[in-house]
């Protein structure tokens, strides 16, 4: 086996054993399963750059560098062509967003196959003995050494390249993505994972392989600070698509983070309904109730049947939230009691809902904290906690997912608040250590009748 790293800046001798450069980079065609080296770009006298044909000129190559089969005067050059990719500038020391470890790495070298005349990209190196390689060989031997010592095995990772795709074409920047597993059998989770671990060009190029249902899926599950500058760095008219298939109150989370021009340019783009509902949330302060509470949840007046419910339910779009509770108002919109899915189920379809419904139900205010409407939902135990305004019209519900997303905000800034302080506190004793070593400096110079440096 042999590595990019260790072929890098190794001599190139002609068929008469004279020197014409050093090797600078290696090219290969990306159509193939595993890629044949297509062609060598080498520095010449002068550090000019020279590439010719590996098939027509090479003939001897290991780690100690490459022979060619013919006099340097027969020699002619090529250029790269449209599909070949040079390894050394294209790909090495570039990011992988690894899909099966739902990450990204970066290939630290390349790892190569010789097979009779041919040599071939068997894959991407992405762990500790390629950085250790790029430094010296001798080096990552040591290395292996020490830990195989104090039986601590350091073993390659390698990437195979038939498990990649490259994401951009244009060869100034090409991105790859490990497919073990394809983006779009991800979960949108993991796909928010990789998001977020990108710059704004690579997660652009990653963004484009996802359909509108998995990229507001991704996005949705994105941390708050990634959320916002995500949608502001998309085209208006997609970024309001997406914001309009979102649940409003994830919707509402973002546009409220937007800068004012883009987010009232989204809300005008998408459809009315989505606008108005979005609008209605961003009307209740962040970190209440009312700013974190969801608009999609199944109500019913309470003279409804059993079974005249059960068919709105079924009626409900596919990606329509859990429903957990048919909620139950009067004629005038106010929050009278509830009905679990499983008494739905068990009671006959003639039943009125207000006849079987429980009426001591708990609900908040719009202006109810979020830390508190947290505790209540833990408290009682129960999956929504619905909220109400003043007359008793519920206006929404509160998930327990949104429960969590608040407590783990509420740590999150915690523990970030903790960290500021112990930084700052060593900081502040630095400061005081080297303030007294100086003062004890100046006062041992003073003693000393010393005034000055002289030459």
Do not use: C
């Not at 920047?173 to 710059?199: C, F, G, K, W």
């Not at 995500?230 to 983070?257: K, N, S, T």
């Not at 499983?342 to 205010?365: A, C, K, N, P, Q």
């Amino acid at each position: 086996m042999l590595y990019l790293s260790q072929m890098l800046g190794k001599p190139v001798v002609d068929a008469t054993g004279e020197k014409i450069g050093t090797i600078s980079d290696l090219a290969i065609s990306t159509g193939e399963v595993f890629p044949r080296i297509t062609s060598l770009a080498f520095q010449g006298p002068g550090k000019v750059p020279f590439m010719i044909s590996w098939r027509k000129y090479v003939d001897l190559f290991d780690e100690d560098g490459i022979t060619l089969a013919v006099p340097a005067h027969d020699i002619r050059f090529s250029y790269l062509q449209p599909d070949e990719v040079l390894l050394a500038r294209d790909l090495l020391n570039r990011q992988i967003v690894d899909t099966q470890g739902m990450k990204v790495v970066r290939v630290n070298d390349l790892k190569l196959s010789q097979s009779g005349t041919q040599l071939r990209l068997l894959g991407a190196e992405v762990g500790m003995r390629g950085i250790l390689r790029g430094l010296h060989p001798w080096v990552e031997k040591a290395a292996v050494a020490v830990g195989r010592a104090v039986n601590h095995k350091i073993d390659e990772q390698i990437i195979a390249w038939n498990y990649m795709d490259l994401l951009d074409r244009d060869l100034s920047e090409v991105q790859l993505s490990v497919t073990h597993r394809r983006l779009d059998e991800l979960h949108p989770a993991d796909v928010a994972d990789i998001l977020e671990q990108l710059d704004p060009q690579q997660r652009a190029a990653v963004f484009e392989h996802l359909d509108d249902a998995q990229a507001t899926e991704a996005i949705s599950e994105m941390e708050d600070e990634y959320q916002a500058e995500f949608i502001d760095d998309l085209d208006d008219v997609r970024a309001a698509r997406l914001i309009g298939d979102m649940d409003p109150d994830d919707a509402a989370d973002i546009v409220r983070d937007l800068p004012y021009e883009k987010a009232e340019t989204l809300l005008r783009l998408m459809g009315v309904e989505d606008a108005a509902e979005i609008r209605r949330l961003l009307g209740y302060k962040d970190g209440t109730a009312g700013g974190m509470m969801t608009t999609q949840f199944v109500a019913v007046e309470r003279d409804k049947t059993v079974g005249e419910t059960i068919e709105v339910l079924r009626e409900l779009d596919d990606d329509h939230p859990t429903v957990h509770y048919v909620y139950v108002t009067d004629d005038y919109g106010k929050l009278v009691g509830v009905v679990s899915l499983r008494t739905l189920v068990l009671t006959e379809d003639s039943r009125v809902i207000g006849d079987v419904m429980y009426d001591d139900v708990i609900s908040v205010t719009p202006a109810e904290t979020e830390e508190d409407v947290a505790a209540d939902i833990f408290k009682y135990d129960i999956p929504a906690m619905p909220v109400v305004d003043e007359r008793g019209a519920l206006l929404g519900i509160v998930t327990v997912d949104d429960a969590w997303d608040a407590i783990e905000d509420d740590v999150s800034g915690e523990r970030t608040r903790a960290t500021v302080g112990k930084v700052l506190g060593i900081v502040m004793a630095g400061i005081l250590v080297l303030a007294l070593y100086t003062l004890v400096l100046l006062q041992i110079l003073d003693a000393t009748g010393f005034h000055g440096f002289s030459d």
